[in-house]
């Protein structure tokens, strides 16, 4: 009996990588690129994203849309996001559950917003804006927080849930983000992973990062005890860690379907080689988690991952 | 006002214009055709290739000296190459190399290398390839620029007809300057035909330069021998000579006629990087 559901992988395009990427095209099933760096650019530089696309599958993904917010998304920004998805045309894109702006105040970086029910509301009236205007829906995908966000009134993985069931978006999980939520709030990465709306995750992000000191704060009652806290730092500059790939391998025996797997990274690049061989640590793991349900006599399944135009009447 | 019944210099002048306006429509048509009806069809993974569509043999030639120096196969001695006789056992995959290791060995100069038979008829090969990916010419793209050069050259051969007629019926015998540039515009169209490179390869060559462009920043920074394959596409994409000259000071001297391809097509760009602080990572923090 063999698992038949089809499984991609590739990594995110950072030009360091360009030439190491065209060389091993064969590796690769799939190379996801940041589409914020092309906003700005008129539309005639848009064409080296179509012949990337003639070269190797193409995901898009943005970084500074903000749609987990109460307040709506900037209407340029998805206009110009539109006019890219429908030149590339990429096989699917995605999104972060995060807001980048308030106000006129432009954070900088990805910001967890309170999860209660009304960033839930928010951040669905956004995602219907955003398949108004570009006829798809994103892959959503969960960010990675060192504090549990002030007013937040349910867990993330049901905030998650919430918005994935009432958007009708599928899921981008990024396990290292996930893994490094988990430690930093206490909780078992297998358990937090449980809580989040697995049967919707269609692609996974897969990253490192680093521990970082927290020193407690002084208790004024008492003496400064100096004792030393870590957070974990998803911080996209470091190797996937074993943790995250065996949590990669306990999704993979609770899905049904197939899944995109990109690798991040964003700096202190090792070797290619380097990558390539995470990338063949986590086919190992998808391999060995398959085998293991076929010897659980589990029920064969089989998903191919469909293109973008046809997820786009979905 | 007949065009025609215009005095000799005014002509000319005008004729010059024309030359200028039909050709340069020609070649927008020509490359609007091209880009609309033919579409790349191949993988681009291969350094050699992208060298042959840059320069054709010699542009492979170029790129596999340069990769077989940075794995150590080829060493310089003054001003010219020679086999590493100390490696042994090399690995020489590609028949390319394994021609050029060989003239190398024989003590035969650059100039000769790169109009060797044997090398230049291995490098053709990946002519073939490019030529069914729509990246060079080939009988269908070169059917579609027929017409548009056909009436170019019509235009052109035409109007200068007309008025040789003309001027002969009159008695005007001075007709020289006149089938000078009819002759020109013949050749230029002509070259507008049987140019190798289709305005889709054209294009290809452009967005590489963007998409290596940061690959292109930091080529002072690779190590030797750790990285052949990035020095191979730098040469493929850019050209030998935008190779650091420290590493490959034999490059002038083997290879004067190569000169930069230019450090960016149209669409420069990093491909990188956003506006949350280099792609999505290091938030949270």
Not at chain 1, 159 to 170: D, F, K, V
Not at chain 1, 276 to 284: F, H, I, K, P, T
Not at chain 2, 231 to 249: C, D, K, M, T
Request: glycine fraction near 8%; proline fraction near 5%; hydrophobic fraction near 40%.
């Amino acid at each position: 009996m063999t698992y038949s559901a089809s499984y991609r992988y590739g990594i995110g395009w950072r030009s360091h990588y360009s030439a190491s990427i065209f060389a091993n095209l064969d590796a690769l099933d799939l190379v996801e690129v940041i589409v914020d760096d092309y906003f700005l650019k008129p539309k005639k530089y848009w064409h080296e994203l179509r012949t990337l696309a003639a070269q190797v599958p193409v995901v898009l993904h943005g970084v500074s849309l903000g749609l987990a917010s109460v307040h709506p998304v900037d209407e340029t920004r998805l206009n110009k996001l539109a006019e890219l998805l429908d030149y590339v045309r990429p096989v699917f894109w995605s999104e972060h559950l995060a807001f980048v702006r308030a106000g006129n105040i432009e954070i900088g970086h990805l910001t967890a917003p309170p999860r209660n029910a009304a960033t839930v509301a928010g951040t669905v009236k956004n995602l219907r804006r955003i398949e108004q205007v570009t006829g798809s829906r994103p892959h959503l995908e969960n960010i990675a927080t060192l504090i549990t966000p002030p007013g937040s009134s349910m867990q993330e993985g049901q905030w998650c849930a919430a918005i994935l069931e009432q958007s009708g978006c599928n899921m981008l999980l990024d396990l290292h983000n996930l893994y490094a939520n988990a430690l930093n709030s206490g909780a078992a990465p297998d358990e937090y992973l449980c809580r989040f709306p697995l049967e919707r995750t269609r692609s996974v992000h897969l990253s490192g990062g680093k521990w970082i000191p927290k020193k407690t704060q002084m208790n004024p009652t008492s003496d400064y005890t100096g004792v030393r806290q870590f957070k974990l730092l998803d911080d996209h500059l470091h190797d996937v860690p074993e943790d995250v790939f065996a949590l990669l391998g306990t999704l993979v025996q609770k899905v049904p379907h197939g899944l995109d797997i990109l690798i991040e990274r964003d700096g202190k690049f090792p070797d290619f080689c380097e990558v390539l061989s995470q990338l063949e640590r986590a086919r190992g793991v998808v391999h060995a988690a398959q085998n293991q349900l076929e010897m659980a006599g589990s029920p064969p399944f089989s998903q191919t991952i469909r293109s973008y135009h046809e997820r786009r009447s979905l | 006002m007949n065009i025609l019944a215009l005095s000799g210099p005014s002509f000319l002048l005008f004729y010059f214009g024309l030359m200028v306006v039909v050709c340069f429509v020609t070649q927008q048509l020509v490359n609007r055709a091209e880009t609309i009806k033919f579409k790349p069809r191949t993988k681009l993974s291969d350094p050699y290739a992208i060298g042959y569509l840059q320069s054709g043999p010699a542009g492979v030639i170029r790129v596999a000296v340069i990769s077989l120096y940075d794995r150590g196969i080829l060493v310089n001695k003054g001003t010219s190459l020679k086999v590493n006789t100390s490696k042994k056992n090399p690995t020489l995959g590609h028949p390319v190399e394994k021609r050029l290791v060989l003239l190398i060995a024989s003590g035969v100069g650059m100039d000769s290398i790169l109009t060797d038979p044997e090398l230049r008829r291995l490098c053709d090969q990946y002519q073939n390839g490019l030529a069914r990916s729509n990246l060079m010419a080939n009988d269908q793209i070169k059917a579609e620029r027929l017409f548009y050069v056909v009436t170019a050259l019509a235009v052109m051969l035409g109007f200068a007809g007309a008025k040789i007629v003309r001027a002969l019926m009159r008695g005007h015998t001075n007709i020289m300057y006149l089938n000078i540039l009819a002759i020109i515009s013949v050749v230029l169209l002509l070259k507008m035909y049987n140019k190798t490179k289709t305005a889709v390869g054209e294009r290809m060559l452009a967005d590489l330069k963007s998409l290596f462009r940061g690959l292109y920043d930091r080529r002072n920074s690779i190590m030797p021998g750790s990285s052949t394959n990035e020095l191979a596409f730098i040469a493929a994409v850019y050209g030998v000579a935008e190779l650091p000259a420290a590493r490959f000071r034999f490059i002038k001297t083997l290879f004067p006629k190569a000169g930069s391809t230019g450090s960016c097509g149209t669409s420069c760009g990093s491909g990188c990087g956003s506006s949350c602080g280099g792609g999505c990572g290091g938030c949270g923090g």
